[in-house]
C-alpha cells in the first residue's frame, strides 16, 4: 500500500510543479510568528542577555591584559574546564575570556533551540493534526517544513544580531561580537537542519527532539574529547562537531568567516536531504517504525504516581546525567582556582578568608546557578500537569475515581520529587569530587548544606507554577515560565543595572543563603518553605474548583 | 427506584456562549438512553458536568444519588465513561492505557478485557501515537467495557469506527445492558440511537426538547403511506392530519403516496375502503424525519413550530 503509493507520487511529480510544493509556505511562516510571538522573543532575551550578562561581569573582574592571561592559562590547563567549556584560544582577548563558558555551550544551546523550533513546526504540528488541516487546504507538500526551516532561520538570525548588540553594549568590540553571533549561528542552523531530518524519521515531535539532542550530546562530546585531549593532540576532532565549528569560527580572535561558508553549506545539504525525505513518508507516518511495547502494564502503572512516573522519568534520567557531569567537573575547576585572580586579588581574598574563602564563593556561586536551573526542571515537570489537560488526556483519568488534588499531587511529587533526587546527587557527587581534588573532607558537609538550602526558593516557584495552572491555565506555560526568566535576570544582571533592592528581592532565589561560605539564614529559608507550600496548597485549591480547559 | 441520572434546569455558559440552557434529563436505572443532538447541542457539555469536570452554572444533577461535582471519587468508581475524542499517551501501549484505567476503578477482569480485545479486533502492545482516531475509540471502549460498572457515560463512541465494529460495539452494549447496567449514550448518528436506545432525549441548543420512547417519539410524527389503487378517492385532501398527497397514475390505476399524522391513520383507512386496495406500505418515521423537524424548526426560524 505505501509503497504503490510512494511510486505513484514519484511519476507525478513533475518539475513544472516543483515550485507548487512550496505554495502557501509564506502565510504557514506567518502562522508560526504568531505561534510563537511571545516564546521567540523571550528565549532571544534570554540567550542576549546571558551572553552579555556573562561579559559584563567578567570584565570588571579582569581589566587587564596581563589579569586575563593569567586566568586563560589556568583555565585551559585544567583538562576538565578544557573539555567542558572548550579552552580560550586568544588568552589576551576580553572577549574570549569573558565568554568562555558561553561561547561552545552557548552555541549548543542554540542548537537546541534550533532543533526545538523545527521538531515544534513540522512534527508537532503533524501530530496535533493541523498540517492535515493544511494539506487539504492549498498548500504544497513542501511548504510546512519550508515554513519550518525560514521561520528558525529567522528566529536564529535575529538571536545573533540581537546577542551582537548586547555585547557591543557590555563594552566588547562591533567586529569580535558580530563574529560570536557568526559561531553560534553556525551550530545553530546545523541543528535546525539535523531537527528538520529527524522530524521526518521520528513519528512523534518528542521523538524528533530527543533524536536530534542526541546528536547534539553526541557533537558535544566529540568536541570535549577534542578539547580535552592531552597537549591538543586530537584537537582536529573538532572539525567533525557541529559545535566544534563554532569554536573554529575564532570568534574574538582573529575571526574566520569562511567556517560561515561551512555551516551554511551543511545547513543546506542536511536540509535538502529532510525535503527528499518529506517526500518518502506520509503525512504523520516516520520513518523509522514504531516498536511494539508491552500488551499490559507493570504493577507500577497503576494509579496517578506511577503515571507521572512513567511521564516524568525520561527528563529526570536526563538531568540527572547531566548533573552528575557538571558536579565532576566542579571538583576539577576548584582544584585549579588558585590562578584564577591575579596577586593583588589574592592579597585582599585572603583578607576575606583567603585561598579556602576563594573556594567557598566560587562553589557558592555556582550552586547559585544549579538552584536556578533545577528550578527549570520543577517547571517543566510541574508543566506536564496542564500539557496533560490542554491535550484532553486529564479527561481520562479524571472520569474514574482519580481525584484532581490526587493527579494534582502526583505531579507535585515528580517535580519537587525530581528536585530532591537532583540535589541529592549533586550535592553528593560535588561533595565528593570537590573533597577528592581538594584533599578536603569537610566539603561533603558543606556541599551537603548548599544542596539543601536551594529547595526552599524552588518551592516557591513550584508554588506560582501550581497558582497558575489553577488560576490561569491558558495562560500558565508562557507566565511560569516568564517568570522563571524573570528571577533568573535580576539574579544575574539586577546588579549590573543598579536596580533597587527590593525589586531584586522579588525573586525567591534571592533569599537564597550562599553557602558554602555566606550566612546561613534560616528565618529567610522558613519563610521561603512556609510562603511555597501556601502557594502549593492555593493552587491546588484553584485547580480543584475550576473547570477543565482544553 | 430513583433515576440513576436526574437533571434540572442546568444551565451553562462559556462566555457568552450558552451551551446548556434550563436542561432537564431523566435516566432511569436499567434503561439505555439515547442522548441525540447535532453538533454543539451541548451533548458533551451535559456529560462533563455529570463527571464533575465541568461545574455548572445553575440548576442541579444527581448522579447515582450523589453530587457529580463533590463525589467524584466515590460515584466514578461505580461508572466508566468514553469521551467523544480519545487522546492517549503517545509512549504507553493500548494495552497499557486499558490497565491503568481499569486499575484506577478499581480492577477489571482479565477474561472480559481479552474477549473485548478480540471481539474488537485491537492489538494492544501499539504505543498511542500509532493509533488511528478508530482505534483510539476502542482503547477507551475496552477499557471501559471490560469494568464492572453500573453506569457506562458514552460520547459518540462510535464515531471512528467501521461498521462492522459499529455491530459489534452496539452486541456489547446489549449484553450489558441485558446485565441490569445503565447506559447514557450520546450521538448525532440517530440509527445507532435507534438501534439501542429503550428511550431517547433529544437537545438542541443547550434544550432537551423531545424525550420519551421510541414508540411515544414516533407518535409525535407523520407515517408515510403508499396505496396502490383502482381509482383515487376524492376528497383525501380535505382529510385532517393527511399532509401532501400526491397521485399518479400507475399501471392500469393509481399510486397515492401521502404523509399522516399517527391519529389520522384510521379516518385514511376509511377513505380508502371501495378504492380498490392491491398494495399499501406504510413506514414508520425514523429518527432521521423526527430530527429534521427540528432542524426545520431551525431553518423556519426560532419560535416557530
Ligand atoms: N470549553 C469551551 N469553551 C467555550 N465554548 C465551549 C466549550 N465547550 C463547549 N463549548 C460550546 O458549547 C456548545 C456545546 O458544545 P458541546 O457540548 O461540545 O456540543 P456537542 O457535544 O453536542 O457537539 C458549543 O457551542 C460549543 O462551541
Ligand atoms: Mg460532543
Redesign the pocket.
Given at each position: 500500500m505505501a509503497a504503490t503509493t510512494m511510486a505513484g507520487r514519484r511519476t507525478q511529480a513533475p518539475a513544472a510543479t516543483a515550485l507548487a510544493r512550496f505554495t502557501g509556505t509564506g502565510p504557514l511562516v506567518r502562522l508560526a510568528l504568531r505561534r510563537d510571538r511571545v516564546l521567540a522573543p523571550v528565549w532571544i532575551a534570554v540567550f542576549a542577555f546571558s551572553a552579555a550578562g556573562s561579559a559584563a561581569a567578567t570584565i570588571g573582574i579582569y581589566p587587564t591584559e596581563a589579569s586575563r592571561v593569567q586566568i586563560a592559562d589556568t583555565l585551559n590547563s585544567s583538562a576538565s574546564s578544557a573539555a567542558f567549556y572548550g579552552p580560550i584560544l586568544d588568552p589576551t582577548s576580553m572577549g574570549q575570556v569573558s565568554l568562555f563558558k558561553m561561547y561552545a555551550f552557548g552555541a549548543a544551546m542554540v542548537g537546541l533551540l534550533g532543533l526545538f523550533l523545527v521538531a515544534r513546526h513540522t512534527r508537532g504540528e503533524e501530530e496535533d493534526g493541523r498540517t492535515e488541516l493544511v494539506g487539504a487546504g492549498v498548500v504544497g507538500r513542501w511548504a510546512p517544513l519550508a515554513a519550518a526551516l525560514t521561520w528558525t532561520t529567522i528566529v536564529l538570525v535575529v538571536l545573533g544580531l540581537v546577542t551582537a548588540v548586547s555585547l557591543v553594549g557590555a563594552g566588547l568590540d562591533v567586529v569580535g561580537s558580530l563574529s560570536f553571533a557568526l559561531a553560534w549561528l553556525v551550530t545553530g542552523l546545523a541543528f535546525t537542519a539535523i531537527g528538520a531530518v529527524t522530524a521526518q524519521v521520528a513519528t512523534t515531535s518528542r521523538g524528533a527532539k530527543g533524536l536530534a539532542g542526541g546528536l547534539l550530546g553526541l557533537a558535544y562530546l566529540i568536541r570535549a574529547v577534542a578539547d580535552g585531549s592531552a597537549d591538543g593532540e586530537l584537537v582536529g576532532l573538532r572539525w567533525m562537531s557541529p559545535v566544534g565549528w563554532a569554536q573554529e569560527v575564532h570568534a574574538f580572535a582573529d575571526p574566520r568567516w569562511s567556517v560561515g561558508v561551512l555551516g551554511l553549506a551543511f545547513f543546506l545539504l542536511v536540509s535538502a536531504i529532510a525535503f527528499a525525505l518529506v517526500d518518502r513518508r506520509d503525512l504523520g507516518a516516520g520513518l523509522l517504525p514504531d516498536r511494539a511495547g508491552a500488551a499490559s502494564a507493570p504493577r507500577s502503572l497503576s494509579g496517578g504516581l506511577g503515571l507521572a512516573w512513567r511521564l516524568h522519568r525520561g527528563l529526570l534520567a536526563g538531568w540527572v546525567l547531566g548533573a552528575a557531569l557538571l558536579s565532576m567537573v566542579l571538583g576539577g575547576l576548584v582544584a585549579n582556582l588558585g590562578g584564577f585572580v591575579d596577586e593583588g586579588m589574592q592579597d585582599m581574598l585572603a583578607a576575606l578568608g583567603g585561598q579556602q574563602g576563594l573556594e567557598d564563593t566560587f562553589v557558592a556561586v555556582e550552586w547559585s546557578f544549579i538552584g536556578t536551573f533545577f528550578g527549570a526542571y520543577a517547571i517543566a515537570a510541574l508543566l506536564r500537569l496542564r500539557s496533560e489537560e490542554a491535550t484532553g488526556r486529564s479527561e481520562n483519568l479524571l472520569a474514574t475515581p482519580l481525584t484532581r488534588p490526587r493527579w494534582a499531587a502526583s505531579h507535585l511529587i515528580a517535580s519537587i520529587g525530581g528536585v530532591v533526587t537532583l540535589l541529592v546527587v549533586t550535592g553528593t557527587l560535588t561533595g565528593f569530587s570537590i573533597s577528592r581534588s581538594l584533599g578536603d573532607s569537610a566539603w561533603w558537609s558543606k556541599s551537603a548544606s548548599a544542596a539543601a538550602v536551594q529547595l526552599p526558593a524552588i518551592l516557591v516557584m513550584v508554588g506560582l507554577t501550581i497558582l497558575a495552572i489553577g488560576l490561569v491555565p491558558r495562560f500558565a506555560v508562557g507566565l511560569s515560565w516568564g517568570l522563571f526568566v524573570a528571577f533568573f535576570l535580576l539574579g544575574e544582571i539586577g546588579a549590573l543595572l543598579e536596580l533597587p533592592q527590593w525589586v531584586m528581592d522579588l525573586s525567591p532565589f534571592a533569599h537564597t543563603p550562599r553557602l558554602p561560605g555566606g550566612d546561613l539564614n534560616v528565618p529567610a529559608l522558613v519563610i521561603l518553605t512556609v510562603l511555597g507550600l501556601g502557594l502549593i496548597g492555593a493552587g491546588v485549591a484553584a485547580y480543584r474548583r475550576r473547570?477543565l480547559?482544553? | 427506584m430513583t433515576p440513576v441520572i436526574e437533571i434540572t434546569d442546568l444551565t451553562?455558559t462559556?462566555?457568552s456562549?450558552?451551551?446548556?440552557d434550563h436542561l432537564d434529563l431523566t435516566v432511569e436505572a436499567g434503561e439505555v438512553h439515547g442522548f441525540l443532538?447535532?453538533?454543539?447541542?451541548?451533548?458533551?457539555?451535559?456529560?462533563?458536568i455529570l463527571l464533575g469536570l465541568?461545574r455548572a452554572d445553575s440548576g442541579s444533577a444527581t448522579l447515582l444519588g450523589g453530587d457529580p461535582w463533590r463525589d467524584v471519587a466515590t460515584l466514578h468508581r461505580r461508572l466508566a465513561y468514553v469521551p467523544?475524542d480519545v487522546a492517549l499517551w503517545p509512549n504507553l501501549t493500548g494495552g497499557e492505557v486499558i490497565d491503568l484505567l481499569g486499575r484506577l476503578r478499581g480492577g477489571l477482569d482479565p477474561a472480559r478485557r481479552a474477549a473485548l480485545l478480540e471481539r474488537f479486533d485491537l492489538d494492544p502492545s501499539k504505543k498511542g501515537r500509532a493509533y488511528s482516531k478508530g482505534n483510539r475509540q476502542k482503547v477507551a471502549l475496552v477499557a471501559a467495557l471490560a469494568s464492572d460498572v453500573e453506569l457506562l457515560l458514552l460520547?459518540?463512541p462510535t464515531s471512528g469506527l467501521d461498521p462492522l465494529m459499529e455491530a459489534e460495539f452496539r452486541a456489547v452494549v446489549r449484553e450489558l445492558a441485558a446485565g441490569g447496567a445503565t447506559v447514557l449514550l450520546?450521538s448525532?448518528i440517530l440509527s445507532e440511537a435507534e438501534a439501542l436506545s429503550d428511550r431517547v432525549s433529544i437537545?438542541r441548543h443547550?434544550r432537551v426538547v423531545e424525550t420519551g420512547t421510541l414508540e411515544q417519539l414516533r407518535h409525535l410524527t407523520r407515517t408515510a403511506v403508499t396505496v396502490d389503487v383502482l381509482r383515487a378517492p376524492d376528497g383525501l385532501d380535505a382529510l385532517p392530519g393527511v399532509y401532501d398527497v400526491r397521485v399518479e397514475p400507475h399501471g392500469d390505476g393509481a399510486r397515492l403516496a401521502c404523509e399522516v399524522d399517527a391519529p389520522a391513520l384510521e379516518s385514511l383507512l376509511t377513505v380508502l375502503q371501495g378504492a380498490g386496495v392491491r398494495a399499501l406500505t406504510s413506514a414508520p418515521p425514523t429518527l432521521e424525519e423526527l430530527f429534521l423537524r427540528h432542524y426545520s424548526d431551525d431553518l423556519a426560524g426560532a419560535g416557530v413550530q
Open positions: 473547570d480547559e482544553a | 451553562k462559556f462566555g456562549v450558552t451551551a446548556l443532538g447535532p453538533n454543539g447541542a451541548g451533548k458533551t457539555t451535559t456529560l462533563r465541568l467523544g460520547d459518540e450520546s448525532h437537545i443547550g
